[in-house]
C-alpha cells in the first residue's frame, strides 16, 4: 500500500467512567500513523462520569471527538459516528475490549491483502474468574456455539461474520449503517447484508482483540436471550439467514420442549432429554480438561443456560417482532466524504 488510508475508529459508550480511559489509552497507542486516526466516541448520554472524562481526553488530544448519541442505543450511536468520520476506513470498536497495538495496522493490510469490505479477528476471551473460564470452554465448543468461526484464533479465511470489524467506507455508502434501531444483533445484521449484496468478510488470526466473558449464570442468560431476540428480528426483517447456524439453538430446544408439552410425543421425553444430558456432560468433561475436574459441573450447566435462553429469546423475539416490526424499509446509507472535508480532518 503506497500510501496508508485515513483510518475513524467509532466506539460508542453509555455510562464507561470505569472503562473509557483505559480503552481510548489503548487506542491512542496504536502504531498506525497518529496523524491519519480519529477516533469518535459516540455516547449515549451517560449519566456517571464518562462526559468529564471525554472532556479531558479530547482537550488533550484533538484526535479524540465525542458524539451525542440521544437514542443511547449502541447501533444508533455508531451509525452516527460514521456519518461524521472522513476516514476511508472504519474500525468498529468497544469499549470492554483489550486491542493489541498493531490492531488498527493490521486490520487495513488485511483489507488491503484481502479485498475484502470486512474485516476482523477472532473473539479471543480473558477469564479471571471460575466461571469465566469454564464459560471460556464452553463457548470453545461446536456444542455451545455451534462451531462458529470468529471464536477460533487460529482460523483464517472468509466467513459470514466477524468480531468487531473494520469496513472500508463505501460499505455504508452502499449497503447502509448499522440498524439504528436494533438492541442486539446489529453486526451479524450488517454483514449479513454485506453478503447480500455481494461484498466478502474475512476473518484474520493476525488481527488481536480480547474481551471479558459474562461473570455469572443470570448475566449470561439474560446475554444469551437478547442475542436470542435480536437473531429473531434479524430473520423477519432479512428473511433468511446466511446460513443454518443461528438456528440450531432455537430448533434443537423447542423440539426437546415439545417432548414434554405435547401428550402424543410425551413417550419420547425421557431419551430426548437424556441424550442432551448425556452430549452435554460428555462435552463438557472433554473440554474441562485444563480445567480441572472441579470445573465440570459448571462447563456442564453453562450448555443449557446458553441453549435455553437463546431459544427463548428467539421465541421472544418471534412474538415481539412479528406483531409490531420496528426497523426501517431500507437502511440509511452515508454520504461519501468530500475531499476538502477530509483536508480541514487532518
Known sequence: MSQPPRVSIVMPSFNEEHFIEACLASVQAQDYP????EILVADGRSTDRTREILARITEADPRVQMIDNPARLQAAGL???VKAATG???????????YATDYVRRCVEVLDATGADNVGGAQR?????LFQRALCAALGSKLGTGGVGYRDEKSEGFVDTVFLGAFRRRVFESVGLWDPAAITN?????NQRILEAGGTIYLSRHIVVHYYPRDSFRSLATQYFRYGRGRARTLLKLGRF??????IPFLAMSGMAATIVVPPLWPLAPFVIGAYLAATGIEAVRVSRELGAAAIPTVWRIFPVLHASHAAGFWAGLVRYLRTPDW????????????ER???AI
Open 34 to 37: 497518529p496523524e491519519l486516526i
Open 79 to 81: 451509525g452516527l459516528a
Open 88 to 98: 476511508d476506513v472504519i474500525v468498529r470498536m468497544d469499549v470492554h475490549c483489550e
Open 125 to 129: 476471551a480473558r477469564a479471571k474468574t
Open 186 to 190: 446489529e453486526d451479524s445484521e450488517l
Open 242 to 247: 446466511p446460513m443454518l447456524r443461528p438456528m
Open 328 to 339: 426501517p424499509e431500507t437502511p440509511e446509507v452515508v454520504a461519501p466524504v468530500q475531499a
Open 342 to 344: 477530509v483536508l480541514r
